[in-house]
């Protein structure tokens, strides 16, 4: 009976999860990726002040008067607001809450208003530097509920402090493993080769349907793999035995020469998986795919003649934007 339980948990979280992944990857399919990704950014940062603040609200139960001066600078008008509210309205939402609200509905209104906000939330919260922040705040609060500092960090000397949190603390043990890859590189080292992997991605995603028709590709595609990927086309003209349809695991070829041959350092190292992680929830890369299926669609009875250059269309995925989702 416990498993039976047990195993109907599981199934409604991975509903839930699926249900939300959805409704973000709707919602960003609206909004240029270049927008999700400054209001993710923004949101991140908000959420550190607000994990800071919220510590230090639930530590003492009440805004104390050198943290009001503060908020008055970050956030005008949120304790008029705070004055304003009746006794009902008071005890209904808790303080701390009232402040993540007050940020939302003032910093990220048109957010909101353009329908970016659910999906950029979706991509922060799994972003290493939210999640080293919301357990920064949940040690700190613990901590501090059984004695209080002497005196509390400041903003900066908290967020130096969640640098060092581990961001997998409140992971399961699954997503634990897949996140240890990452603490084994710098975080800067990771995020330049995090950008370099979604280039060649899309360099991939771009010659797709040329390689997998099946016959030889046009010059264009030829051109640049050589140039990008000296020394591939020639590894699977000698070594791939292709049928009269051609191959749907070009693409796959590709991407594992690519890490064979561009990233052999993060796969030595150990922290190639982290890389792979960082870019799944990146707005650009899932943006990147998206445009590539548009592409297949409606290239599936002909190539494009001429074949777009990589930066053209690299810059038409950039700008790719569904209008209409059914």
Not at 240 to 246: A, E, F, M, N
Not at 250 to 256: A, G, I, N, T
Request: with cysteine.
């Amino acid at each position: 009976m416990k498993k039976s339980k047990r195993e109907s948990v599981r199934d409604s979280t991975a509903r839930l999860q699926r249900a939300a992944r959805e409704r973000a990857d709707e919602e960003a399919r609206r909004i240029a990726w270049q927008r999700l990704f400054e209001v993710r950014n923004q949101y991140i940062d908000w959420q550190e002040f607000n994990f800071w603040a919220r510590s230090i609200l639930e530590v003492e139960g009440r805004i104390i008067d050198w943290l009001a001066e503060i908020l008055q600078n970050r956030c005008p008008g949120f304790l008029e607001t705070e004055k304003a509210l009746t006794t009902k309205a008071v005890k209904t939402r808790p303080l701390p809450l009232r402040l993540e609200d007050w940020i939302e509905d003032h910093v990220f209104g048109l957010a909101k208003q353009e329908g970016s906000f659910f999906a950029s939330t979706y991509y922060a919260v799994r972003d290493p530097r939210y999640q080293r922040a919301e357990v920064c705040w949940s040690e700190c609060t613990e901590k501090w509920k059984k004695a209080k500092p002497a005196q509390y960090p400041s903003f900066e000397e908290w967020k130096g402090i969640a640098a060092q949190c581990d961001e997998t603390a409140h992971l399961t043990a699954r997503e634990r493993k897949a996140r240890a890859s990452a603490k084994l590189v710098h975080p800067e080292r990771l995020t330049e080769a995090a950008t370099r992997y979604m280039d060649y991605e899309a360099l991939a995603y771009w010659a797709r349907q040329a390689l997998e028709r099946g016959s030889e590709p046009p010059a264009e595609v030829v051109r640049e793999l050589e140039r990008r990927c000296p020394g591939y086309l020639d590894t699977q003209r000698t070594t791939r035995v292709k049928g009269p349809g051609g191959s749907g695991q070009d693409w796959e070829r590709l991407m594992l020469w690519i890490a064979d041959h561009h990233f052999r350092d993060a796969q030595t190292e150990g922290w190639f998986d982290a890389i792979l992680i960082q870019v799944r929830n990146h707005p650009r890369a899932i943006r990147t795919m998206e445009y590539a299926d548009h592409c297949d669609e409606i290239w599936i009875s002909a190539l494009p003649s001429p074949y777009p250059s990589f930066e053209d269309w690299r810059r038409d995925a950039d700008s790719y934007v569904e209008l209409t989702v059914t």
